[in-house]
């Protein structure tokens, strides 16, 4: 029997605490919808973020070579919470999101076959949700799905990338610039910039 199935009701309240208290890795599929949808340069929507700075110990996969050093990418704040929270409390750009945040503040294991293993509450910010849900299994697999096949092309794309930044090194030549970094990973996957709706989702 999977553990934490009463976890599948989790509702968002609305709070707003972790849009303010938690800082929200993006990758490379994130930020193209993020452009698509706010129609913004990909330097206004995040920000650079060094090892000392966030913990990157689960995902050291995420860090991306640039010439300050390796830094992992990061939604945007302002004013202490994410640049995208209004003052009512509410995300503008909600439909866009990044994967981290829609499948906050859940994470899910499933087994090879696909079957739901356990369901956990991610530890770092003591969010005030209810149970009252009604359960998607589903939405629920599909979205975790979508978010694990994301995270392995971003740190596949991040690999290449640095592969690339540290033959210029080896060769004396500047590293490649934060705005060859977007033409690369924006140009070489167009899919990148439809809405989350239409992403292809493993069966």
């Keep these: 029997m999977a553990s934490g199935l009463h976890l599948a009701r989790v509702r968002c309240t609305g709070c707003g605490d972790c849009c303010r208290g938690l800082r929200v890795p993006v990758t490379f599929a994130d930020l193209g919808r993020l452009v698509a949808a706010t129609a913004q340069a990909p330097g206004d929507l995040i920000e650079w973020a060094s090892p000392e700075q966030v913990d990157v110990t689960g995902e050291p996969s995420s860090l991306v070579l640039l010439a300050p050093g390796r830094r992992v990418m990061l939604l945007r704040h302002a004013g202490g919470a994410c640049r995208f929270l209004d003052g009512e409390d509410r995300c503008q750009i909600h439909a866009a999101r990044p994967r981290a945040c829609r499948a906050y503040p859940l994470h899910a294991t499933f087994g090879a076959r696909g079957g739901l293993k356990r369901l956990r509450v991610l530890r770092g910010l003591a969010c005030p949700f209810e149970l009252s849900a009604v359960v998607d ?3 629920l697999r599909r979205e975790h799905q979508a978010l ?34 977007w033409a690369r990973v924006l140009s070489d996957q167009p899919q990148l910039s439809q809405p989350i709706s239409d992403m292809p989702m493993q069966p």
């Design 137 to 139: 299994w589903v939405g």
């Design 148 to 181: 694990g096949a994301e995270l392995a092309a971003h740190h596949a794309a991040v690999a290449a990338w640095n592969r690339i930044q540290e033959h210029r090194r080896r060769l004396g030549r500047p590293l490649g610039s934060e705005g060859e970094l």
